[in-house]
């Protein structure tokens, strides 16, 4: 399969745009997860081609797309006061045009136009595509809608505009979709059924950053281990694929070696992996080679199995402690983080003691936790009362970050002394006269400049350390990953 795949990428290009002759001016805001970002680097790949250049100015923008996240009700709120701002900018601006796109827009449909009045376009993540069709909906004063969820879209190939770049890292999506159906969540209603990119095209765009300078990738999906490559399709249908299709298959473990071997000198990261389809391949894949970092984001959402079973988590605890077990194992040193939900419907005070000694078995390096929140059309919203007062969410939520910030503190104190390959990601938020970048594990590392230059690999000497930073010191340029 290598060599097909070798062969065939030399033969196939991801679609190029001319931009010589645009004079429009695209703003783009995004919220939510790393897909969001880089669907949205897409979506203005696919706007160039009408005319469109993309600004950081809202005020000279001809055209504003919000990118929006609907796993919250927070996330949510966000985006239409953020609409209530762009409206005051529409009433000076009367041809500025405003449309929404992502998640939210999938979710809401139509209620934006009828609700956002400020709201032109409504565009679902499988539907980017399409507008083109759509701007010119709007530029003749009609209100466009597109939708429809695709069983097929990958965007694979669309080369995406880089947007925000600080020229070092980049992502590149692999899948869309999932096919998990966890009641808390609204991902499968909005982003449709898990399918995978040809694996010649995820190669030819890592090629082509490599050539544009950019040192790190990360492998983005809603749950990349289920990427599965056998000629296209859902990955649902993968029985009834063809013995050859079955025999040429590519996995997510092959996917990984084979965006490592195609180049050495490039850091490869993931993200979001799931405990009941991540395979120990995948961890003996990224021990194997050095160019993929040390890190899995691993979310659980609770440590108690009456909890998991509620949420259509398909692990139990003993498996997930078992998987974390057998990952550091084979990977001693690995980075991991998680997803917590605090004040699931019927969540007892057990439950949550359940989290709290999980979280103390696996010593994450740093996480994301939230409270729980109702989203409409889920199961669990549909199903399940949402039954813990406000006041006990918060009490748990902020119980599980106190031990957070505990553990994070011990796994960087474990840095202290040693000398750990830092990938320079650009000055540090607090001070010039410094440069930030993360270890192979995700820990963000701070060191004053000197010599050094953004997108340079540095062995730094870690001296001191807070709970979410390292602070070292430039001892000499890494060896090459190579």
Same mark, same amino acid.
């Given at each position: 399969?290598?060599?097909?795949?070798?062969?065939s990428i030399q033969g196939s290009s991801l679609k190029?745009?001319?931009?010589?002759?645009?004079?429009?001016?695209?703003?783009?805001?995004?919220?939510?997860?790393?897909?969001?970002? =880089?669907?949205?680097?897409?979506?203005?790949?696919?706007?160039?081609?009408?005319?469109?250049? #993309?600004?950081?100015?809202?005020?000279?923008?001809?055209?504003?797309?919000?990118?929006?996240?609907?796993?919250?009700?927070?996330?949510? #709120?966000?985006?239409?006061?953020?609409?209530?701002?762009?409206?005051? &900018?529409?009433?000076?601006?009367?041809?500025?045009?405003?449309?929404?796109?992502?998640?939210?827009?999938?979710?809401?449909?139509?209620?934006?136009?009828?609700?956002?009045?400020? &709201?032109?376009? &409504?565009?679902?993540?499988?539907?980017?595509?399409?507008?083109?069709?759509?701007?010119?909906?709007?530029?003749?004063?009609?209100?466009?809608?597109? &939708?429809?969820? =695709?069983?097929?879209? #990958? +965007?694979?190939?669309?080369?995406? /505009?880089?947007?925000?770049?600080?020229?070092?890292?980049?992502? /590149?999506?692999?899948?869309?979709?999932?096919?998990?159906?966890?009641?808390?969540?609204?991902?499968?209603?909005?982003?449709?059924?898990?399918?995978?990119?040809?694996?010649?095209?995820?190669?030819?765009?890592?090629?082509?950053?490599?050539?544009?300078? +950019?040192?790190?990738?990360?492998?983005?999906?809603?749950?990349?281990?289920?990427?599965?490559?056998?000629?296209?399709?859902?990955?649902?249908?993968?029985?009834?694929?063809?013995?050859?299709?079955?025999?040429?298959s590519v996995d997510f473990a092959g996917l990984l070696?084979?965006?490592?071997?195609?180049?050495?000198?490039?850091?490869?990261?993931?993200?979001?992996?799931?405990?009941?389809?991540?395979?120990?391949?995948?961890?003996?894949?990224?021990?194997?080679?050095?160019?993929?970092?040390? +890190?899995?984001?691993?979310?659980?959402?609770?440590?108690?199995?009456?909890?998991?079973?509620?949420?259509?988590?398909?692990?139990?605890?003993?498996?997930?402690?078992?998987?974390?077990?057998?990952?550091?194992?084979?990977?001693?040193?690995?980075?991991?983080?998680?997803?917590?939900?605090?004040?699931?419907?019927?969540?007892?005070?057990?439950?949550?003691?359940? #989290?709290?000694?999980?979280?103390?078995?696996?010593?994450?390096?740093?996480?994301?936790?939230?409270?729980?929140?109702?989203?409409?059309?889920?199961?669990?919203?549909?199903?399940?009362?949402?039954?813990?007062?406000?006041?006990?969410?918060?009490?748990?939520?902020?119980?599980?970050?106190?031990?957070?910030?505990?553990?994070?503190?011990?796994?960087?104190?474990?840095?202290?002394?040693?000398?750990?390959?830092?990938?320079?990601?650009?000055?540090?938020?607090?001070?010039?006269?410094?440069?930030?970048g993360r270890t192979s594990g995700n820990t963000v590392?701070?060191?004053?400049?000197?010599? +050094?230059?953004?997108?340079?690999?540095?062995?730094?000497?870690?001296?001191?350390?807070?709970?979410?930073?390292?602070?070292?010191?430039?001892?000499?340029?890494?060896?090459?990953?190579?």
């Amino acid at each position: 399969m290598e060599k097909v795949i070798d062969e065939s990428i030399q033969g196939s290009s991801l679609k190029t745009k001319s931009r010589n002759k645009n004079v429009r001016k695209l703003y783009i805001e995004s919220y939510g997860c790393q897909m969001n970002f =880089s669907d949205s680097e897409i979506v203005a790949s696919i706007l160039a081609d009408e005319g469109f250049n #993309t600004t950081s100015d809202l005020e000279e923008a001809d055209l504003v797309l919000v990118n929006t996240c609907s796993i919250r009700e927070k996330a949510e #709120t966000t985006v239409r006061k953020r609409l209530e701002k762009i409206n005051a &900018v529409k009433k000076s601006r009367p041809h500025l045009k405003v449309g929404v796109l992502g998640c939210m827009a999938e979710r809401l449909k139509s209620q934006f136009l009828e609700e956002e009045k400020i &709201v032109d376009m &409504v565009v679902g993540p499988d539907a980017y595509k399409d507008l083109p069709n759509l701007v010119r909906e709007i530029d003749e004063g009609r209100n466009a809608v597109n &939708v429809i969820l =695709s069983k097929e879209e #990958t +965007y694979g190939d669309v080369a995406p /505009v880089r947007l925000n770049t600080n020229g070092v890292t980049a992502f /590149v999506s692999i899948t869309r979709g999932c096919d998990n159906m966890c009641t808390f969540c609204v991902v499968p209603f909005t982003r449709g059924r898990e399918r995978s990119r040809d694996p010649r095209s995820v190669i030819k765009e890592v090629n082509e950053l490599w050539n544009k300078g +950019y040192k790190e990738v990360t492998l983005l999906g809603q749950n990349v281990d289920s990427y599965l490559w056998y000629g296209g399709g859902l990955k649902k249908d993968f029985d009834k694929a063809s013995e050859i299709q079955k025999a040429t298959s590519v996995d997510f473990a092959g996917l990984l070696s084979l965006v490592a071997e195609a180049q050495p000198g490039m850091r490869i990261r993931f993200s979001t992996s799931n405990p009941q389809d991540i395979t120990l391949d995948v961890v003996k894949t990224m021990a194997k080679y050095k160019n993929i970092c040390n +890190y899995i984001h691993l979310p659980v959402q609770s440590g108690s199995d009456r909890v998991l079973k509620a949420m259509n988590r398909l692990h139990t605890r003993d498996e997930y402690m078992k998987l974390i077990t057998d990952i550091r194992n084979i990977l001693p040193d690995c980075g991991i983080s998680q997803d917590m939900i605090a004040g699931f419907p019927g969540e007892t005070e057990e439950d949550h003691r359940d #989290t709290l000694s999980l979280m103390e078995f696996v010593k994450y390096d740093f996480g994301f936790m939230f409270a729980y929140s109702e989203r409409p059309g889920t199961m669990a919203a549909r199903k399940l009362e949402d039954d813990i007062p406000e006041a006990v969410k918060k009490r748990r939520l902020q119980e599980i970050i106190k031990m957070q910030q505990k553990h994070s503190l011990y796994r960087t104190k474990q840095h202290i002394g040693k000398i750990e390959e830092v990938l320079i990601e650009g000055p540090s938020k607090k001070s010039d006269a410094h440069w930030m970048g993360r270890t192979s594990g995700n820990t963000v590392v701070v060191f004053p400049k000197e010599q +050094y230059e953004l997108g340079q690999f540095v062995n730094v000497k870690i001296n001191d350390c807070t709970s979410a930073t390292l602070l070292g010191e430039a001892v000499g340029m890494a060896e090459n990953t190579a």
